[in-house]
Nanobody, 124 residues
């Protein structure tokens, strides 16, 4: 039904920047909540940010607050994650997710669709 495809990952130096994009394919509803997660090898999946497509309500994990910015362009069915001041500890596979409510996406529960992931690597 819903397909999410991430892009924009890569290798950057400590302090560098990347912009991830997630394209939503299928029936798009402005009420879909979109979020970003990440998972490093051997670590649990970590919620990064969430945004409401309709209301612009945004939350960030403490670990990325002030460095990352989530945004979206509903006309393009795309959600972005601008990542600045990247640190080696940001190295992970980043996943886009779509869900029905802020709480469900924030908790990673009852996610309607996950993207395939894009690798972000930050060198020291």
């Amino acid at each position: 039904q819903v397909r999410l495809v991430e892009s924009g990952g890569g290798l950057v130096q400590d302090g560098g920047s990347l912009r991830l994009a997630c394209v939503f394919s299928g029936q798009f509803f402005s009420s879909y909540v979109m979020g970003w997660f990440r998972q490093a090898p051997g670590k649990e999946r970590e919620w990064v940010a969430v945004i409401s497509w309709t209301g612009g309500y945004i939350l960030y994990a403490d670990s990325v607050e002030g460095r990352f910015t989530i945004s979206r362009d509903n006309a393009l069915n795309t959600v972005y994650l601008q990542m600045n001041s990247l640190k080696p500890e940001d190295t992970a596979v980043y996943y886009c997710a779509a869900g029905s409510t802020i709480a469900r996406v924030r908790e990673g529960a009852e996610i309607d669709s996950w993207g395939q992931g894009t690798q972000v690597s930050v060198s020291s």
